[in-house]
C-alpha cells in the first residue's frame, strides 16, 4: 500500500501519509473520489440574521440584486448563495449584518447545540464569531454567551462581527479555554469547535495537501483532549457538549471521543439531531472504538460536496 500511497499522492500533490491513511480508512476508489471531489469548488452559503431582520426581508432585497438562493433543507436560516459577480461580503446588507457568510458544517454545529435563551452558554475557540452570532440568534439575545478566544488579533474579528449582527448577550474572553474552570461560572452548554489540522478543508485551501504533518495532528490531538478535559469539567451536570473539528483526521476526531469517553463515564453520546452526514468511524485503521460514536456525524466533499467535517454531540449525566 505505501507504493500505491507514493504514486498517488505524487500524482495528486499530496503527502504520502495523507494518501496512506485514506487508503486505510476508505480504499483506493473511494480515495479517488475524495481526491477529486476535493477539485471542486464548495459552494458559498449564508446564515440569515435574525437578530436583525426577518428571512423573507433578506431573502427580498438580496433576490433585488440578482442573488440567487437556495435554502438548505436543515437548515431554516440557512441559504446557499450565489452572488455572479459581486463578493458576497461586498453588499450593503452584509455590512448591516442581515446575513453571515458561512459554511454549512459551521451552520449544522450550532443547530446540533440547540441552545435556548436564558441559558449559559460557552464558546470555546470563538473566532471569528459564525457560531457565536449564530448561538446568540437562537438564544434570541436572552441569557448568557461566554465567547472565549486566545488569539489577540482574531479577537478583534470576533468583537466586529458580534457588533455588526446585533449581538447584545455576549461577553467575550480571551484567554485559554483550558482554565475556564476559573471564571467559576457553569454552563448548560458549551461549544467546541477545536483548533484541527483543517485536513477537511483541503476543497477550500488546496495548501491543506502538504502544509500539515502527522506531528501536527498529534499536537492537534493532544490540545483537543486538554480542551475537551476542560469543558466536562466545567459543564454542569445534565448539560449538553458539541465537539466539531473541521478535520477528517480520525486522530483528531473518533480517538479523542474515544479517549474521553474511556475517562469520563457520566459522557454520553446523543444523536446530533439532524439528518444528515455519514456515521462516524468505530474501527478507523483497525482500531476498536466505543460502539457509540457512530451517533457522531461526519461530513465528506466527496459524498456531501462540503468541506470535511465532523460533529460530536453529548450530554454529561447527573
Not at 121 to 132: E, Q, S
Not at 292 to 302: E, G, K, N, T, Y
Amino acid at each position: 500500500m505505501r507504493e500505491k500511497a507514493k504514486a498517488i499522492a505524487k500524482k495528486h500533490g499530496y503527502l504520502p501519509y495523507m494518501i496512506e491513511r485514506y487508503l486505510s480508512l476508505w480504499g483506493e476508489e473511494e480515495t479517488l473520489q475524495f481526491i477529486d471531489a476535493c477539485e471542486r469548488p464548495i459552494r458559498t452559503a449564508i446564515r440569515v440574521n435574525t437578530l436583525r431582520t426577518s428571512i423573507d426581508e433578506t431573502i427580498a432585497r438580496l433576490d433585488k440584486k440578482g442573488v440567487n438562493l437556495e435554502r438548505v433543507p436543515w437548515l431554516e436560516e440557512g441559504f446557499y448563495a450565489e452572488f455572479a459577480n459581486v463578493s458576497s461580503g461586498a453588499l450593503f446588507e452584509h455590512l448591516l449584518g442581515f446575513y453571515y457568510v458561512q459554511g454549512i458544517p459551521s451552520m449544522s454545529v450550532v443547530r446540533t447545540l440547540d441552545p435556548k435563551p436564558g441559558e449559559i452558554v460557552f464558546d470555546l475557540a470563538a473566532a471569528p464569531g459564525g457560531k457565536t452570532t449564530h448561538i446568540a440568534q437562537l438564544m434570541n439575545n436572552e441569557g448568557m454567551l461566554i465567547a472565549i478566544e486566545q488569539d489577540k488579533k482574531r479577537v478583534s474579528t470576533l468583537v466586529g462581527n458580534i457588533h455588526r449582527c446585533g449581538v447584545t448577550n455576549t461577553l467575550v474572553l480571551r484567554g485559554d479555554a483550558k482554565k475556564i474552570s476559573t471564571l467559576e461560572i457553569v454552563p448548560d452548554r458549551i461549544l467546541l469547535d477545536a483548533p484541527c489540522s483543517g485536513e477537511g478543508l483541503i476543497p477550500i485551501d488546496p495548501t491543506r495537501k502538504t502544509s500539515k504533518t502527522m506531528a501536527d495532528i498529534r499536537y492537534c490531538a493532544t490540545k483537543q483532549d486538554e480542551l475537551l478535559e476542560a469543558a466536562i469539567s466545567s459543564l454542569r451536570p445534565g448539560g449538553t457538549i458539541v465537539y466539531s473539528t473541521c478535520s477528517i483526521a480520525p486522530e483528531e476526531n473518533e480517538i479523542v471521543i474515544d479517549d474521553l469517553l474511556s475517562k469520563h463515564p457520566e459522557v454520553k453520546i446523543v444523536p446530533i439531531g439532524l439528518e444528515f452526514g455519514v456515521p462516524a468511524y468505530t474501527k478507523p485503521y483497525g482500531l476498536m472504538l466505543d460502539e457509540s460514536i457512530a451517533l457522531a456525524r461526519r461530513f465528506l466533499p466527496h459524498i456531501h460536496g462540503l468541506e470535511g467535517f465532523f460533529i460530536c454531540k453529548m450530554v454529561k449525566e447527573e
